[in-house]
């Protein structure tokens, strides 16, 4: 049973539009939810997060949008830059764990 | 080192063969995380070890895998008999630790059996 799901496995964005990266839960004890972006042949590295008690949370290019209501995050990057193009992993914290989603995979074209 | 690191960083094996996965943790981190990643799938935690507590096996997949930790530092994780099933790329982590924190992965093992 999957408690962090990222339906869609890949999205493709023309370099300087915006990417919207979507992520639902299920678990209402999550409180705490971070986004990673993973390179080939590289471990899974951390970009933002935010708190249950947040419903936005913005550094630089990347902003947080969390919907508690509906159980719904997402990544919002704009703009977006070849750079990019990576797997983003989204996760919620049960205890000292995190729980992953399945990663959707990130094309900026240019 | 400053990141978390781990050996090997490719590992092939034979079906029934044992293998033993290494990672080194940053200094001072006194968290330690495994997950895998399947083909196709996220992260599936494995277990975690949170300073001199008993650690957290619940995501282990078979009693055919275990893990270590020694010192509170260096961690190894063993799978016993391996079976095809078990390829993937194994992902070592690390945390100041006292509630969840940000975790700094390791580049992974990538494991196929053959």
């Known amino acids: 049973d999957q408690q962090v799901k990222q339906n869609s496995p890949s999205l493709s964005v023309q370099e300087g539009r915006i990417s919207i990266l979507n992520c639902d839960y299920t678990?209402?004890?999550?409180?705490?939810f971070l986004w990673y972006k993973k390179y080939p042949a590289e471990g899974p590295t951390f970009l933002i997060s935010?708190?249950?008690?947040?419903d936005k949370n913005e550094d630089g290019r990347f902003t947080v949008f969390l919907n508690k209501s509906a159980k719904h995050l997402s990544l919002h990057i704009v703009p977006s830059q070849p750079g990019d193009s990576a797997v983003y992993f989204c996760?919620?914290?049960?205890?000292?764990?995190?729980?992953f989603g399945a990663g959707t995979i990130l094309r900026v074209k240019s | 080192g400053a990141g978390v690191s781990q050996s090997p960083s490719n590992k092939v094996t034979e079906k029934g063969k044992d293998v033993e996965l290494r990672c080194d943790p940053i200094?001072?981190?006194?968290?330690l995380y495994w997950y895998r990643q399947s083909l196709g799938q996220g992260l599936e935690f494995l277990i975690y070890?949170?300073?001199?507590?008993?650690?957290?096996k619940s995501g282990l997949p078979s009693d055919r895998f275990s893990a270590e930790r020694t010192g509170g530092s260096v961690s190894t994780l063993t799978i016993q008999r391996t079976q095809q099933e078990d390829s993937a790329v194994y992902l070592c982590a690390s945390s100041l630790g006292g509630g969840i924190t940000e975790l700094f992965f390791g580049s992974g093992t990538q494991l196929s059996v053959l």
């Open positions: 935010i708190s249950s008690i947040k």
């Open positions: 996760a919620a914290s049960e205890g000292n764990k995190l729980v």
């Open positions: 070890f949170q300073g001199n507590s008993a650690p957290d």
């Open positions: 678990n209402s004890m999550f409180d705490y």
């Open positions: 200094s001072g981190h006194t968290a």
